[in-house]
């Protein structure tokens, strides 16, 4: 007979064993092991940290994860010197495109201006705020 429990916290235990179950299906099925980390940051004289572009790539594609800079420096073009660290980087890996997700109120124009295209936008959430499923092609390295 099957036991059925919902949560509203789920335990640490319950999570991880999810994570390992799926992970394990995962790779029974897909090369996973094949999956790099792709990270670029940027720190100023002092070596603190004003942002950083953090993915993976798998193939020929590359996933941006997060782009973040601190406050003081947005709207000085260190967002853009990130992301097209990040792609040349992953453009010297082999990969041919880049895709990432945002929200409305993170940082879609940037990526846009970019030469970004929308793939899909999912509404439902508060306040009108909308997920976008972004991507585009890498100029060959």
Same mark, same amino acid.
């Given at each position: ?40 940051? @940027? ?25 973040? @800079? ?46 970004? $295209? ?17 991507? $585009? ?5």
């Amino acid at each position: 007979m099957l036991q059925w429990q919902d949560w509203q916290t789920a335990p640490a235990a319950l999570l991880d064993a999810l994570d390992s179950g799926l992970h394990a299906a995962n790779l029974a099925a897909a090369p996973l092991d094949e999956v790099q980390a792709l990270v670029c940051s @940027v720190h100023d004289a002092a070596g603190r940290l004003l942002g950083g572009a953090l993915g993976r790539s798998w193939g020929q594609c590359a996933e941006l994860q997060q782009l973040w @800079v601190c406050a003081e420096q947005r709207r000085q073009g260190l967002g853009s010197a990130l992301l097209m660290r990040f792609e040349a980087l992953a453009a010297r890996r082999g990969c041919t495109q880049v895709y990432l997700e945002t929200f409305s109120f993170q940082a879609p124009g940037l990526y846009l201006r970019h030469g970004y $295209r929308e793939v899909s936008a999912l509404r439902g959430f508060p306040q009108g705020i909308v997920k976008y499923l972004l991507q $585009r092609p890498l100029d060959p390295a």
